[in-house]
Nanobody
Framework: QVQLVESGGGLVQPGGSLRLSCSVS????????TSWYRQRPGKERDLVAR??????????NYADSVKGRFTISRNNAKKTVYLQMHSLKPEDTAVYYC????????????WGKGTLVTVSS
């Protein structure tokens, strides 16, 4: 059974930090690129960060709004992908979703159920 389970969300003050985790099971993690998306209130779901599956030469991409503040990483042995978030702003408030897509078959893709991050004083 495929599962992507996010954790680490919560309430944080502006300027604070959080680390989100996404633990996966039920598929070959190393064959999948992984990403974090977010959906802010009243908005569409947007890409935050993406990391390729290559354990020796991975590439990362970030939304302009989070560059320099957020870092995506993954631990293939633990089958976990992370999103480290620093200098959080109220506009980062959103539900954050983990997403995995097979490196050669777009039809093989999975979403987590999301974790809520609220940035507020």
């Amino acid at each position: 059974q495929v599962q992507l389970v996010e954790s680490g969300g919560g309430l944080v003050q502006p300027g604070g930090s959080l680390r989100l985790s996404c633990s996966v099971s039920g598929f070959t993690f190393t064959a999948y690129d992984t990403s974090w998306y977010r959906q802010r209130p009243g908005k569409e779901r947007d890409l935050v960060a993406r990391m390729s599956s290559d354990s020796t030469d991975s590439t990362t991409n970030y939304a302009d709004s989070v560059k320099g503040r957020f870092t995506i990483s993954r631990n293939n042995a633990k089958k976990t992908v992370y999103l480290q978030m620093h200098s959080l702003k109220p506009e980062d408030t959103a539900v954050y979703y983990c997403f995995a897509r097979h490196i050669s078959d777009d039809a093989l893709s999975y979403w987590g159920k999301g974790t809520l991050v609220t940035v507020s004083s």
